[in-house]
């Protein structure tokens, strides 16, 4: 509980420091949310298994933030792997072990990709008029992959060996992350949004403070 007020306190440093232009506060904030979830997950649970994946996540996500914190339109490709390679330990970690096949599965499944699709065609037919179409193809593959992640989390609400406050948590929260980087996103490349960064960076240290509790509860039962 403690770990989870500090991490929700930086996180709120954070949106004030982008509301402020404070930089210094930034500077400090962002990555510590990060440092803290990282200390959370591996003082509370450890690092075996599934759970090496979701520390390697969380590293990953404190990378891809330093790289968009110091330059986010130079570093913007340097973050965007990072976390790209984050979504993707994310991803191990929820199918460790693999769930079975499931109706739900498949609902979620279709209303993910069409969805998702919806949004990353409107996202690509935006770049020409950035002179962004080098960002296509990272953005297609940045795309199935977050949808990927969010779908592995989501069936946890309907796998049995996980509690539903826990299968709750990773779900809201994974769902948060996927919404972050839509926002990241459609600012950058379609039109800028009114306290964009601020609901971007809101939703992403929420997301990610809430993976991170669900996955402590979930292997601390």
Known sequence: MVYLI?????????????WKKW????????????IVLFIWLFTSV???????????????????????????????????????LAHLAYMVGFNVPLPGFSSWGLILAVMIGLGGSRVIRRILEALPAKGQEKMRVPIIIYGVVISLMLLSAMIKLADLTW???????????????YLSDVILAWNKFVQPIPHG????????HLGQIAIVAGVVLHYSA
Do not use: C, T
């Open 163 to 177: 509690g539903a406050g826990a299968a709750l948590l990773v779900g809201v929260g994974a769902l948060l992350f």
């Open 197 to 204: 960064r601020i609901y971007n960076i809101g939703a992403y």
């Open 6 to 18: 500090i991490a929700l306190l930086f996180a709120a440093l954070e949106s004030l420091a982008l």
């Open 23 to 34: 930089k210094w506060l930034e500077y400090i904030a962002k990555p510590a949310v990060m």
């Open 46 to 84: 450890g690092l075996d298994g599934a759970l090496f994946w979701f520390g390697l996540g969380v590293l990953l996500s404190l990378a891809g933030d330093i790289f968009l914190m110091i330059a986010l339109d130079r570093l913007f490709l340097a973050g965007l792997v990072a976390f790209l």
